[in-house]
């Protein structure tokens, strides 16, 4: 039987298959030269996640886990920290105690920044002036000082109560931040501002509600940041919560932040069925997902990716 599907129809299968198989394989050359230009003119700004700091500290999904095993929790949402955290609110009737218990969790000492493949070491090396991150520790800020660099800190004030260095950010190098004097911005707060930290459903509600309300909030220079330079994320995961209402809330107030071709690192999922016929493809379909905010994913894990930056940055 003749084919019956027009040339174009072949043509636009054929380069969808292509386009697939370059997405799922390796990356593309083209992706890597881009993102090694805008990492080396500062172009660029890292957005830092839980697992940044695999090496040593839990992940979310982990410290979720050992807290609602210490505790009882009885549901079986074991993994969600949020939910887990409401509990403990409701147990305890104080979330300033829960706050306590997470920092205790999260009290290990740095990162080896004497590896090269440590992803806080390695953002450090790069000439880039502002740092973004939703982790409560400070690796980031101390990988920057082991390198040589003056950096400073400020956290995003989703309250009225925080501490938020609002007199660094008037000043010089808090409104324009250079390579050698970066920015570090927490915008989910600090393990030495316990109150800052957004924890609990009910925080990210309250901190949702004021990137909407305020949007000021967000100071010029990490509006810019986000808006006018390419993302680079590490440390988020395919069904993170937190990334994906992190970027809608960023999206809502900031409709800028999409103009520009973003960059997420991802495990490959161990029983993904890419390569089958059967369901469907778990990376494809977050692959299509991830299109609608410009975000390219890198599929692989941050040791491969920062071995692999390296060389190209010629850093090896």
Not at 137 to 162: E, M, N, T
Not at 203 to 214: G, K, P, T
Not at 231 to 255: A, V
Not at 296 to 301: A, D, K, L
Request: hydrophobic share 30%.
């Amino acid at each position: 039987m003749a084919n019956q599907w027009p040339d174009s129809t072949r043509q636009s299968d054929r380069r969808r298959r292509e386009d697939v198989g370059e997405r799922f394989g390796e990356w593309p050359d083209e992706h890597w030269d881009r993102l090694t230009h805008q990492l080396r003119s500062g172009e660029c700004t890292p957005f830092l996640g839980a697992g940044a700091c695999f090496r040593t500290l839990p992940s979310g999904g982990q410290l979720s886990r050992r807290l609602a095993k210490r505790h009882g929790y009885p549901y079986r949402d074991r993994d969600d920290l949020a939910a887990v955290s409401d509990w403990l609110t409701w147990k305890f009737d104080d979330t300033s105690y829960v706050k306590y218990l997470v920092c205790r969790e999260l009290s290990g000492g740095p990162p080896d920044f004497g590896n090269p493949l440590e992803p806080h070491r390695l953002l450090a090396d790069l000439p880039i002036p502002v740092y973004i991150t939703t982790n409560y520790d400070s690796f980031l800020f101390q990988a920057l000082r082991y390198v040589g660099k003056a950096p400073h800190q400020a956290i995003c004030p989703w309250h009225s109560q925080i501490d938020h260095s609002g007199e660094l950010l008037e000043t010089h190098a808090g409104w324009n931040p250079q390579p050698e004097a970066p920015l570090v911005y927490h915008l989910h707060g600090r393990l030495e501002q316990p109150a800052s930290m957004v924890l609990t459903s009910e925080d990210y509600d309250e901190f949702s509600a004021a990137l909407v309300r305020n949007q000021s909030i967000i100071p010029p220079v990490i509006r810019k940041a986000l808006t006018a330079r390419s993302l680079l994320f590490i440390g988020y995961g395919m069904r993170d919560t937190t990334f994906r209402m992190i970027f809608k809330g960023l999206q809502t107030s900031l409709p800028g932040i999409v103009r520009k071709r973003h960059v997420s690192i991802m495990l490959r999922p161990k029983n993904d069925h890419s390569e089958g016929r059967g369901g469907p493809r778990t990376m494809e379909y977050y692959a299509h997902r991830y299109e609608q905010w410009r975000i390219s994913i890198y599929w692989g894990t941050i040791d491969e990716f920062s071995g692999e930056l390296r060389r190209r940055l010629g850093q090896t």
